[in-house]
């Protein structure tokens, strides 16, 4: 026999789908920080549809966040370059690691918006082609006023 799931407030549960409408965390990432067990919220989230809408509002707003936030790190070039000493000079190089980075952070974003918001952040697909259709028809006369088809 299970253990009966722990009690936990609705202002807990506000609290935790508001954190992840503005931020990039995950629901399992907000548990620990909350000291709150995942499979609890989990299995609330299969028992109750009025949390389970909650919670889908706040990761469709998630993936809107997401795709601001890819805007930020895109423009972020603070890290870009480092400074490298060679002797007595000091001279600035491309800091690939940070590029590398920032392109893994926002492909990961883009990602998981695009699975959360399909319509709005997933790949657009065309369906174009045509159809001939062509209609044989045969009308054989047999005699007067008689017509076959």
């Known amino acids: 026999m299970a253990r009966p799931l722990k009690e936990i407030p609705q202002e807990t549960y506000d609290s935790i789908f508001s954190e992840i409408a503005t931020s990039s965390k995950s ?3 907000i548990c620990v920080g909350l000291d709150i067990p995942f499979r609890t ?4 989230l299969n028992t109750d549809e009025e949390l389970l809408q909650q919670y889908t509002r706040a990761k469709d707003e998630q993936a809107d966040y ?3 936030e890819m805007l ?3 423009d ?5 370059f480092m400074l490298d000493k060679v002797g007595e000079d000091d001279y600035e190089k491309l800091n690939a690691e940070h590029i590398n980075r ?3 952070r926002i492909e990961t974003r883009k990602w998981i918006a695009s699975k959360l918001k399909p319509k709005k ?3 657009k697909i ?3 082609g045509s159809l001939d259709v062509v209609t044989k028809i045969e009308i054989e006369v047999v005699g007067k006023g008689d017509v076959k088809k």
């Open 41 to 44: 919220i989990y299995s609330r």
């Open 66 to 68: 997401l795709a601001d």
């Open 121 to 123: 952040y997933g790949d």
């Open 72 to 74: 930020s790190i895109a």
């Open 102 to 104: 920032s392109r893994l």
């Open 76 to 80: 972020d070039s603070t890290n870009d």
């Open 126 to 128: 065309e369906h174009t």
């Open 27 to 29: 629901l399992q990432k």
